[in-house]
T-cell receptor
Framework: AQSVTQLGSHVSVSEGALVLLRCNYS??????LFWYVQYPNQGLQLLLK??????LVKGINGFEAEFKKSETSFHLTKPSAHMSDAAEYFC??????????????FGQGTRLTINP | GAGVSQSPSNKVTEKGKDVELRCDPISGHTALYWYRQSLGQGLEFLIYFQGNSAPDKSGLPSDRFSAERTGGSVSTLTIQRTQQEDSAVYLC????????????????FGPGTRLLVL
C-alpha cells in the first residue's frame, strides 16, 4: 500500500525566505502525487499535482514541486514566502491506479508559519 | 453550485446519539468522497461513490458508519451511537468523473463539518 511521510509537522520561515516542505512517498507503482493547502476553518485546496510527464510541476500561488523517482520525493517549494502562505500543507498519493476509487492517502501535514 | 458545500459546519452531540452530515457536491460531478480529519489519525479516506456503481466502503472504520447518495447528487454520512473518538472534521470532496482508466482527476473539497462528541 502507498504511504506518505511529511518531514516536520511545523515549519517556520521569515517573510521573503525560501519555503521548503518535504514529502516522501512509498509506492509499488508509479505514483500520482498531490499537494493540498488548508487555510484555517476551510477545506483543502489543490496546489499542484504530478501525474506523468514533466517532473517539475508548477502550481498556484507561486508554489512548485519536483518529482524525484530515485529519491521517492515530491518536495514543495516557493522562492519567497508571503504572509498569506501561512496554512497547513498536505502531501498525498493516489492509492488506486486502476479504475475504481481514487483514494488519496495523505501525509500528516505540515503547518507553515511565516514570521514578519 | 460553485463549490462543494457541507452542513452543518459544526455539530456538537452527546455520546450515543446518531448524527447525519450532509454534502452537496459540485453540480455535474459524478464522483463523491468522504474523508475524516482527526488529530490522532490525520486525513483518512472513508467512502467513495461513483455514478450508479456500488460504493467503495473500504475506509469506513466501523459498522456504525454508513453513507448514501441519493439521485447521484447529495450525500449523507450517518454515524450511529457516536463515540468520543468519532470527534473529527468530516470532509467531503467531489470530482467530475472519478477514475476513468488511468486519468487522475482533481478532487474538490468542501469546508468540512466539525463534529464534537461529548
Amino acid at each position: 500500500a502507498q504511504s506518505v511521510t511529511q518531514l516536520g509537522s511545523h515549519v517556520s520561515v521569515s517573510e521573503g525566505a525560501l519555503v521548503l516542505l518535504r514529502c516522501n512517498y512509498s509506492s509499488s507503482v508509479p505514483p500520482y502525487l498531490f499537494w493540498y493547502v488548508q487555510y484555517p476553518n476551510q477545506g483543502l485546496q489543490l496546489l499542484l499535482k504530478y501525474t506523468t510527464g514533466a517532473t517539475l510541476v508548477k502550481g498556484i500561488n507561486g508554489f512548485e514541486a519536483e518529482f524525484k523517482k530515485s529519491e521517492t520525493s515530491f518536495h514543495l517549494t516557493k522562492p519567497s514566502a508571503h504572509m498569506s502562505d501561512a496554512a497547513e500543507y498536505f502531501c498525498a498519493v493516489n492509492e488506486s491506479l486502476i479504475q475504481g476509487a481514487q483514494k488519496l492517502v495523505f501525509g500528516q501535514g505540515t503547518r507553515l508559519t511565516i514570521n514578519p | 453550485g460553485a463549490g462543494v458545500s457541507q452542513s452543518p459546519s459544526n455539530k456538537v452531540t452527546e455520546k450515543g446519539k446518531d448524527v447525519e452530515l450532509r454534502c452537496d457536491p459540485i453540480s455535474g460531478h459524478t464522483a463523491l468522497y468522504w474523508y475524516r480529519q482527526s488529530l490522532g489519525q490525520g486525513l483518512e479516506f472513508l467512502i467513495y461513490f461513483q455514478g450508479n456503481s456500488a460504493p467503495d466502503k473500504s475506509g469506513l472504520p466501523s459498522d456504525r458508519f454508513s453513507a448514501e447518495r441519493t439521485g447521484g447528487s447529495v450525500s449523507t454520512l450517518t454515524i450511529q451511537r457516536t463515540q468520543q473518538e468519532d470527534s473529527a472534521v468530516y470532509l467531503c470532496a467531489s470530482s467530475l468523473h472519478g477514475s476513468v482508466g488511468l486519468y487522475q482527476e482533481t478532487q474538490y473539497f468542501g469546508p468540512g463539518t466539525r463534529l464534537l462528541v461529548l
